[in-house]
């Protein structure tokens, strides 16, 4: 069984940078796709970025693109999400979350989920 820990999160100002990682742990863990989603109050979750595990391609939602970048170290089973330019409406909570494939941006294909940690971006 995969265990994904998030940490990383805070409260930030419009325009401030951020990084979350998230560390994995478990059997065997060899998974397609690493990404990150995020919730706001009342919001459905969405997809935010991804990265192939093996090949290190990475995706992106068109929301975040040029201002956010997923990396993996897969020596240390963990992911990263260095977020930068942020904006109020990049306030959610965000979830780091792994897959099998090939669906990479939807939240109902991943297997495994981390907790979540509180960004909260100030206007």
């Known amino acids: 069984q995969v265990q994904l820990v998030e940490s990383g999160g805070g409260l930030v100002q419009a325009g401030d940078s951020l990084r979350l990682s998230c560390a994995a742990s478990g059997r065997s863990f060899s998974p397609y796709v690493m990404g990150w989603f995020r919730q706001a109050p009342g919001k459905e979750r969405e997809f935010v970025a991804a990265?192939?595990?093996?090949?290190?391609?990475?995706y992106y939602a068109d929301s975040v693109k040029g201002r956010f970048t997923v990396s993996r170290d897969n020596a240390m089973d963990v992911v990263y999400l260095q977020m930068s330019s942020l904006e109020a409406e990049d306030t959610a909570v965000y979830y780091c979350?792994?897959?099998?494939?090939?669906?990479?941006?939807?939240?109902?294909?991943?297997?495994?989920w981390g907790q979540g940690t509180q960004v909260t971006v100030s206007s």
């Open positions: 979350a792994s897959g099998p494939g090939p669906a990479v941006e939807v939240p109902g294909a991943m297997t495994s």
């Open positions: 990265v192939n595990w093996r090949t290190g391609y990475k």
